[in-house]
């Protein structure tokens, strides 16, 4: 168990409609990373937030956005969904506050499949 | 940009056998080096971390890689194979401003 907690864990829906997918990090992790994991593609960078604010921007769709609140937990919003959105999403945390050399620890994931 | 190549998508060893799984990294940078073990249905998994220090470094579950400037490589190894060690493994870099980017994974089968 990594300590980094992610709801739900499965969720199925139709194309057009738009998911909240939440993650809580580690306790005292000050940075949520997210990440798509997906057959074509690979694990992708989506986003960083660091402490509630935007860190670092990697592929991630302008349908997509996420945020960081006060209490550090983390929600990825996705909207407008398509079938090639359908894919694992990771959650994942670290206490870095300056560079990218700690660990960051992963949650087990959100499956999410679009039909 | 930060970018990292694994060579084979699927390694299939013997038990017992040695494990090669191969890692060859871009970096423009001194670079943070990362592998991680994915079992079915978890998450990421830290094996190991490269961050400067000694170049053959030593994780978990007898793995270990060695960080081979000249040849861009961190290739890791175990000497003996076990049934449990068949994942996918996933190596990764980093440098003080880049956030992790993966490899495509290389899926590891162990015969009995």
């Known amino acids: 168990d990594s300590g980094v907690t992610q709801t739900p864990k499965h969720l199925i829906t139709a194309t057009g409609q738009r998911v909240t997918l939440r993650c809580s990090p580690r306790s005292g992790d000050l940075s949520v990373y997210w990440y798509q994991q997906s057959l074509d593609q690979g694990l992708q960078f989506l986003i960083q937030?660091?402490?509630?604010?935007?860190?670092a921007k990697g592929n991630i769709l302008e349908r997509f956005s996420a945020q960081q609140f006060p209490d550090l937990h983390s929600e990825l919003n996705l909207s407008s969904l398509e079938l090639g959105d359908s894919a694992l999403y990771f959650c994942?945390?670290?206490?870095?506050?300056?560079?990218?050399?700690?660990?960051?620890?992963f949650g087990e994931g959100s499956w999410l499949t679009v039909v | 940009a930060q970018s990292v190549t694994q060579l084979g998508s699927h390694v299939s060893v013997s038990e017992g056998a040695l494990v090669l799984l191969r890692c060859n990294y871009s970096s423009s940078v001194p670079p943070y080096l990362f592998w991680y073990v994915q079992y079915p249905n978890q998450g990421l998994q830290l094996l190991l971390k490269y961050t400067s220090a000694a170049t053959l470094v030593k994780g978990i579950n007898g793995f270990e890689a060695e960080f081979k400037k000249s040849e861009t490589s961190f290739h890791l190894t175990k000497p003996s194979a076990h049934m449990s060690d068949a994942a996918e493994y996933f190596c990764?870099?980093?440098?003080?401003?880049?956030?992790?980017?993966f490899g495509k994974g290389t899926r590891l089968s162990v015969i009995a």
């Open positions: 994942a945390s670290s206490p870095e506050t300056g560079g990218y050399g700690n660990t960051i620890y």
């Open positions: 937030y660091y402490n509630g604010e935007e860190r």
């Open positions: 990764a870099v980093s440098d003080r401003n880049t956030p992790l980017v």
